[in-house]
């Protein structure tokens, strides 16, 4: 919920330190990967999206979507 607060907050640099965090404790939950993605994004921080991406695709790579969002950010 922090993170997504920040998030919309526009305040990506914290958003993204908190949803690494939620990562490390939960390596299998897709939300956090989708939202540091996403936060990255709009930070300009392509490589990091990218690898948060890759990792979704490795939690579900039945997800289409997943696979578009890969392309965009290469």
Do not use: H, M
Request: one cysteine or more; hydrophobic letters at 40%; aromatic letters at 10%.
């Amino acid at each position: 919920q922090l993170a997504e607060a920040l998030k919309k907050a526009e305040e990506y640099d914290e958003a993204k330190l908190v949803f690494k965090q939620v990562i490390e404790l939960d390596r299998t939950s897709k939300r956090p990967y989708r939202l540091l993605a996403e936060v990255c994004e709009k930070n300009d921080d392509l490589n990091t999206a990218a690898w948060a991406y890759e990792e979704l695709f490795k939690i579900d790579p039945r997800d289409i979507r997943v696979s578009l969002d890969i392309s965009r950010v290469y």
